[in-house]
Nanobody, 120 residues
Framework: QVQLVESGGGLVQPGGSLRLSCAAS????????MGWYRQAPEKRRELVAI???????NYADSVKGRFTIYRDNAKNTVILQMKSLKPEDTAVYYC??????????????WGQGTQVSVSS
């Protein structure tokens, strides 16, 4: 069984910074895309940032220039460094991975979510 475990959420003032970490564990053959989504109250889950195995990345327009995603393929980890946080960044952040858990078998895998609150 594959698990994604997040850490690093919390409460921060506008303009502050937070770092989210996610580690994949279990029966893992390889991980293709790995990244972060978020869901604010009464809104749909949206992509924040994704890092592909080849090192390429994509960001939501709303976070470009403020958030940076880092991925370590050897350790099956992904980090989201968030700076200049705004109240509209408040949401539950979910780690995501498209994971091969057996040769030829892939699953969309989600973490349990970590709350990020930006407020004065």
């Amino acid at each position: 069984q594959v698990q994604l475990v997040e850490s690093g959420g919390g409460l921060v003032q506008p303009g502050g910074s937070l770092r989210l970490s996610c580690a994949a564990s279990g029966s893992i053959v390889s991980i293709n895309n790995m990244g972060w989504y978020r869901q604010a109250p009464e809104k749909r889950r949206e992509l924040v940032a994704i890092a592909r195995r080849d090192g390429s990345t994509n960001y939501a327009d709303s976070v470009k220039g403020r958030f940076t995603i880092y991925r370590d393929n050897a350790k099956n980890t992904v980090i989201l460094q968030m700076k200049s946080l705004k109240p509209e960044d408040t949401a539950v952040y979910y780690c995501y991975g498209f994971i091969q858990w057996r040769q030829g078998y892939w699953n969309d895998t989600w973490g349990q979510g970590t709350q990020v609150s930006v407020s004065s």
